[in-house]
C-alpha cells in the first residue's frame, strides 16, 4: 500500500469540496486507449484526419467508421479500481465533482453523479443542420453516413479541434474548480485547453492539488503532491485512507 505525506492527510481529513479533473489515463486500464503517450492514438492517427469538423463534411464515412469503433471498445469496457474509488468519495464528502475530459461515459456508468463533460459524450449525436439529438444509447447507424429526417448530416457529439466547449460544463467546472480544497489531477497530459485551464484555476484559489498520472507532465511543477503510478492502483489506496480519517472525524463530530 502507497504511504502518503501527512500535508496531504491532513488536507484529505479537513477537505468538504473535491475536484477530479480525469483524462483519458483514468480510463487506460479499462483498456481504452490515451490520445497521446507510448500507446496514444495520435501516434498513429492524425487528428486532423478524423477530431475536426473539416474533415468530417470532407469524409463522413471515414470518421464515423473511427467513432464507431472507438463506441465499439468503449461499450466492451467496463468502469476500473479508480473510476469506482473516486465515485465512492460521494460518502466521505459532501461536494464531489467530477470534471472529464472523457467521452466513454465510465465516470457515470461506476456511479458519479456530478459529472461535467468538456469534450462531450461518444453516446450522443446530433444533425448538424437542425440540431435534433439522436440519443439512445444502444442506437447503431447501419448507414455509414447517417442523415437526420431533415436531410442534414449527424455528428457524434465530441468536441473536435477548433470548436468550443459547451459553455454551460465549462462554466459549472470553473465554479467547482474556485470553491474546491483539493483538487485531484488524474491521467491527463493537461496539454489540451481550455479544459487544462480547470486545474490552474483551483490552484489559483487555493486548492490543495494532486497529481496522479504514470509519468511527470506539464502540471507536475505545480502540484503540491505527485503520485506516479496507475490510477486504478494509487486510488483505492487513498479512498482506505479517506475511509479510516473519515469515519473517526464523523465519529468525533457526532
Ligand atoms: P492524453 O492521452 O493526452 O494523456 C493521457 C495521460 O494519462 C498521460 O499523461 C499518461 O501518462 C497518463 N496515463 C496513462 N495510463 C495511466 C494510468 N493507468 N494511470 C494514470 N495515468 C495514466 O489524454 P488527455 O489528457 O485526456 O480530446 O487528452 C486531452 C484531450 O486530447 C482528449 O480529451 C481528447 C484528445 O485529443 C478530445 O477528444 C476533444
Ligand atoms: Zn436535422
Same mark, same amino acid.
Given at each position: 500500500m502507497n504511504s502518503f505525506k501527512p500535508e496531504f492527510i491532513e488536507k484529505l481529513k479537513r477537505a468538504e469540496s473535491i475536484v477530479f479533473f480525469t483524462g483519458a489515463g483514468v480510463s487506460a486500464e479499462s483498456g481504452i486507449s490515451t490520445?497521446?503517450?507510448?500507446?496514444? #492514438?495520435w501516434n498513429r492517427l492524425k487528428p486532423e484526419e478524423l477530431a475536426n469538423f473539416d474533415a468530417f463534411m470532407r469524409n463522413p464515412e471515414r470518421v464515423w467508421e473511427w467513432y464507431q469503433y472507438r463506441k465499439q471498445i468503449i461499450h466492451q469496457s467496463k468502469p476500473n479500481a479508480a473510476h469506482i474509488a473516486i465515485a465512492e468519495f460521494q460518502n466521505y464528502f459532501n461536494d464531489v465533482v467530477v470534471v472529464t475530459?472523457?467521452?466513454?461515459n465510465l465516470h457515470r456508468r461506476a456511479g458519479s453523479k456530478v459529472i461535467y463533460e468538456?469534450?462531450?459524450? #461518444?453516446e450522443r449525436n446530433y444533425c448538424i443542420?437542425?440540431?435534433?439529438e439522436y440519443n439512445q444509447p444502444d442506437l447503431s447507424f447501419p448507414d455509414k453516413k447517417p442523415k437526420c429526417k431533415c436531410g442534414g448530416l449527424i455528428r457524434p457529439d465530441i468536441v473536435w479541434f477548433g470548436e468550443m466547449l459547451p459553455e454551460d460544463q465549462f462554466s459549472a467546472s470553473e465554479a467547482a474548480a474556485q470553491r474546491c480544497d483539493i483538487i485531484f489531477v488524474v491521467g491527463?497530459?493537461?496539454?489540451?485547453?481550455p479544459a487544462a485551464q480547470i486545474p490552474l484555476l483551483a490552484k489559483r484559489f487555493g486548492a490543495y492539488l494532486v497529481e496522479i498520472n504514470l509519468e511527470r507532465t506539464e502540471i507536475s511543477s505545480l502540484a503540491d503532491c505527485s503520485l506516479l503510478g496507475k490510477a486504478g492502483e494509487i486510488f483505492p489506496d487513498i479512498l482506505k485512507e479517506v475511509k479510516q480519517i473519515r469515519s473517526t472525524e464523523k465519529l468525533n463530530r457526532e
Open positions: 490520445f497521446r503517450g507510448t500507446d496514444g #492514438i475530459q472523457n467521452v466513454d468538456l469534450h462531450g459524450n #461518444i443542420k437542425c440540431k435534433t491527463t497530459s493537461a496539454v489540451v485547453y
